[in-house]
């Protein structure tokens, strides 16, 4: 089986974790004769694609060699939103005084270890609905070690060969370390290990100004890390709206969080458990002293290991596997599926490919990835999701557009909660009310996202979304005005004039 993975620390939760997800003493089964389809990697694509063949009635291998659940339950979603959101109690906290509540801030004490084994045990509850006895009872046969190809239809596992009519790559991504000077030998943290901390480090430096970076260098700094957030770009989330990304780098900075933007890391050095990060900018070249480094600067696609040339599968290291419009690889009866062949590494994006990879794989079908519409969310505070195409990427395609805007210092239920930062922007084709692209900013902005991709998915314009009666008072209600704003531009001069002559006749 293998060497079952360390998880640390050795406490009753991460037991039962193990238990759930790589159990010590888990015995693989005798290979079928052959497999309707063999999934390499229990992460979320592979789970998904798993459980959906053997819910059809087919045979299906699924193959981990670390642990079930991927990084989304292990090292990423799971983990990160659990301890968001006890870093959000505390600057609940600390403006509570804007809402009437004293409090005496003297007192207040965050307690790290605390939030660290709540985090754990969250996620060993939450690992039991990807375990391998759950996903054996479905009907999967359940291998635990490293799958590699042995030939275009035949993958080895624990020294067993398993010979399948289809198979589905879904091995996952890892974290990408970039090449500075002195970084390994300092030491380092990336979303595969910063989640084993115990202890609250004085000092946190985060390398990356994406989702991840983002997202736990204001978790950080709010459970009482004094934190620095190093971006070699002008601004953080690159991929995002530019207002958007103003928001949050506003915030970060009000919130106390050393902002460097445009910054390159030189080297670092190590003195003791101090470790010396040399940076440089158009300002010149400076030091920041910090306990803890978190790596956040990208992911790379897992495919070394799995033999992929024995399969006739091409990729590229920096890549990942080649995949057509149906998820197929140069072997057509090879699909991949999730963060090892997708330029989107969502957990949901992952999910949607699996159910692709399964209609195309053992059906026939000719489901295509490009027809998906795929919202995203980086979960700060504010939060900022969005769908479809910004307006850079608009004027990019020559499209043209029209944007409706509304603050959410407009809406009154954002004002009663006192979460005014942000705003609703949706980009519609000019001339229709086709919705081609929307960006939220919000505290819940990741739930407030799902009703402009569904219009999207089911073609629904403006019009009917202005239609719809939104409960009041909500913060979705600004989707609804941004909506009767293209409503307002149907009415024009001509139009305008001929309803005011019609209300003064039937006065």
Request: glycine share 10%; proline share 6%; net charge neutral.
């Amino acid at each position: 089986m293998g060497l079952i993975p360390e998880v640390t620390p050795h406490d009753v939760h991460n037991t039962a974790l193990l238990e759930n997800v790589h159990p010590p003493n888990w015995k693989n089964p005798e290979p079928a004769p052959s497999y309707n389809l063999v999934v390499i990697g229990a992460g979320t694509a592979g789970l998904v694609s798993a459980a959906g063949t053997a819910g059809l009635g087919g045979k299906v291998a699924l193959i981990e060699q670390h642990l079930m659940g991927g990084d989304c339950l292990n090292i990423g979603c799971v983990p990160s939103k659990t301890v968001i959101r006890s870093s959000r109690v505390c600057a609940d906290i600390y403006t509570a005084e804007e809402f009437g509540i004293q409090v005496l801030k003297d007192c207040l004490q965050v307690d790290f270890p605390k939030v660290m084994e709540r985090m754990r045990r969250l996620r060993a509850r939450i690992s039991e609905h990807d375990s391998a006895k759950r996903f054996s009872e479905l009907g999967a046969d359940v291998f635990l070690g490293q799958g590699r190809f042995t030939g275009p239809g035949t993958v080895e596992v624990d020294g067993k060969k398993l010979r399948f009519k289809k198979a589905v790559i879904a091995s996952g991504a890892r974290a990408a370390v970039p090449p500075i000077p002195g970084l390994v030998e300092a030491g380092y943290l990336t979303n595969e290990t910063v989640f084993n901390l115990t202890e609250r480090p004085g000092r946190f430096l985060v390398i990356g100004g994406g989702p991840l970076g983002c997202e736990l260098a204001q978790a950080f700094s709010r459970l009482g890390c004094r934190v620095t957030i190093v971006q070699k770009v002008p601004q953080f989330l690159p991929k995002e709206d530019r207002e958007a990304a103003q928001i949050l780098a506003d915030r970060f900075t009000r919130e106390g969080i050393h902002v460097c933007l445009n910054t390159r890391i030189e080297r670092v050095d190590r003195s003791g458990n101090e470790k010396l990060i040399r940076l440089r900018n158009d300002s010149g070249e400076f030091s920041v002293a910090v306990d803890e480094i978190l790596v956040a600067a990208g992911r790379a696609p897992n495919v070394v290991g799995l033999n992929l040339e024995a399969a006739g599968v091409k990729y590229e290291p920096g890549k990942g596997v080649h995949v057509n419009d149906y998820l197929q690889t140069t072997n057509p009866h090879i699909y991949a599926a999730g963060d090892v062949c997708l330029p989107h590494k969502f957990t949901h994006t992952a999910e949607a490919a699996a159910r692709i990879v399964v209609q195309n794989a053992l059906f026939l079908g000719r489901k295509k990835v490009s027809t998906l519409i795929i919202p995203w969310c980086t979960y700060t505070d504010p939060e900022i999701a969005h769908v479809g195409l910004h307006e850079r990427e608009a004027r990019e395609k020559g499209i043209p557009i029209r944007t409706f805007f509304v603050p959410m210092a407009d809406v009154d239920r954002a004002i009663a909660d006192g979460e005014e930062e942000g705003f609703v922007k949706v980009q519609v084709k000019e001339g229709t009310d086709k919705i081609l692209g929307a960006t939220i900013v919000a505290r819940h902005a990741g739930d407030m996202i799902g009703e402009i991709s569904l219009a999207m998915a089911a073609n629904i314009g403006l019009t009917t979304i202005s239609g719809v009666i939104h409960p009041y008072p909500t913060q979705a209600e600004a989707i609804k005005r941004a909506a009767d704003g293209y409503n307002r531009t149907r009415l024009t001069p001509f139009a305008k004039k001929l309803a005011t002559r019609w209300l003064a006749w039937t006065r």
